[in-house]
Structures are given as C-alpha cells and as structure tokens.
C-alpha cells in the first residue's frame, strides 16, 4: 500500500491550497454555529465546488493566484533542483 505525502521542507501551492481550503471550510462552518446565519454556509458550498472543479477540469483558480504571487509550485522546485531525474 502506497502512501501520499507531500515533503514538507517548504510550502508549495499543493500545500497552501489544502490549507486555504481547509480554513475556509474550517471558518465558515464556526461562524455558522456562532452566528446561526445560513449565509456562511454558502461560502463552504463554494469551496466545495471549487474542489470538484479543479478535479474535474484541472483548473484551479487558486493555484493560479498563488503562482502570481510567487509561490512554488512542488512539480517547478524539483524539476530546477533536478531531483525529478530517474
């Protein structure tokens, strides 16, 4: 049985995505229960339908802002540093 594990010497977008995502499901499902307004619950519903549409279609607008800002991706740091060599 393989198991995935992304490295963790740095924060590659792979990574960061996963943690916005998990924040923001994170946040808007605590101020739900706070607050009791279902509006919240919106914002969990959009991250989930920007998951599905990165799966499906490979796009991920977050990636894509990321990059913008100058994070790495995991796939653009080994390929330079030539780890990616069999």
């Given at each position: 049985m393989k198991i995935y594990r992304l490295p963790k010497d740095r924060w590659y977008?792979?990574?960061v995505n996963f943690l916005l995502a998990g924040l923001f499901v994170f946040l808007s499902v605590l101020?739900?229960?706070?607050?009791?307004?279902?509006?919240?619950?919106?914002?969990?519903?959009?991250?989930?339908?920007?998951?599905?549409?990165?799966?499906?279609?490979?796009?991920c607008p977050s990636s894509i802002f990321l990059g913008l800002v100058g994070v790495k991706s995991m796939l653009e740091?080994?390929?330079k540093e030539g780890k990616g060599e069999s």
């Amino acid at each position: 049985m393989k198991i995935y594990r992304l490295p963790k010497d740095r924060w590659y977008i792979e990574r960061v995505n996963f943690l916005l995502a998990g924040l923001f499901v994170f946040l808007s499902v605590l101020l739900y229960f706070i607050t009791g307004k279902t509006g919240f619950l919106y914002f969990t519903l959009f991250v989930g339908f920007m998951l599905m549409f990165f799966a499906i279609t490979g796009i991920c607008p977050s990636s894509i802002f990321l990059g913008l800002v100058g994070v790495k991706s995991m796939l653009e740091t080994y390929c330079k540093e030539g780890k990616g060599e069999s």
